[in-house]
């Protein structure tokens, strides 16, 4: 089984500031897809950005952007500008283009947005 | 995007009661999920659902689980004598194309 690997449990941005959020993932594969989703209190996650592993160019999704770098296994969510709403559980996930067909997700990244 | 619905939004039910989670309604969609996150834990994979089959299935989707599409629209999850570890949060989604999958609001489960 894949494992994603998000290592900071919590998180605290001020509004308007810059946050990162760490992921890292094992896979022997070369084909892949990663994702970002939002989970808020509601409990309901949200797909926030995408990125295809043979892609080389960073996926940016408005104030949303990822730092890919495939060598390292790593791939950070950058949320610019934060904003209140953006106070979230994130979730980074994993999926095989070739072999079966789950998402492997991380235990997630609790960011708090500071007014 | 349309989402994937879900009902009932939240469940009470009796340890050893069965229980019956649906997605509602879809079509035309082929590719489905059903993924659990137990009250501050990770999302966990249970099982995979393709053109009517189960696709893939994990270690926690154990005979006590069944899926299926009766009327070729609504996808059920059935648990059929809930224990009190089943309580979480339960996920339905559909997975677009090849890559990115969409998830439901969630049923959660309270098994007492």
């Known amino acids: 089984a894949q494992t994603v690997t998000q290592s900071q449990p919590e998180m605290s941005v001020q509004e308007a500031e810059t946050v990162t959020l760490s992921c890292t993932y094992d896979?022997?594969?070369?084909?892949?897809?990663l994702f970002w989703y939002k989970q808020p209190p509601s409990r309901q996650m949200i797909l926030v950005i995408r990125?295809?592993?043979?892609?080389?160019q960073n996926a940016t999704e408005n104030r949303f952007s990822v730092n890919f770098q495939k060598a390292a296994k790593s791939f950070s969510l950058k949320i610019s500008d934060s904003q209140l709403g953006d106070a979230a559980m994130y979730f980074c996930a994993y999926r095989s283009a070739n072999t079966g067909n789950q998402f492997y997700f991380g235990t997630g990244t609790s960011l708090t947005v500071i007014p | 995007e349309p989402e994937v619905t879900q009902t009932p939004s939240h469940q009470v039910t009796q340890m050893g009661q069965e229980v019956i989670l649906r997605c509602v309604p879809i079509?035309?969609?082929?590719?489905f999920y059903w993924y659990r996150q137990i009250l501050g834990q990770k999302v966990e994979f249970l099982v995979s659902f393709y053109n009517n089959e189960i696709s893939e299935k994990s270690e926690i989707f154990d005979d006590q689980f069944s899926v299926e599409r009766p009327d070729g629209s609504n996808f059920t999850l059935k648990i059929r004598s809930t224990k009190l570890e089943d309580s979480a949060m339960y996920f339905c989604a559909r997975r677009v194309g090849s890559t990115e999958a969409f998830f439901g609001q969630g049923t959660r489960l309270t098994v007492v």
């Open positions: 990125q295809e592993a043979y892609k080389q």
């Open positions: 079509s035309n969609h082929l590719y």
């Open positions: 896979t022997s594969e070369s084909d892949y897809y």
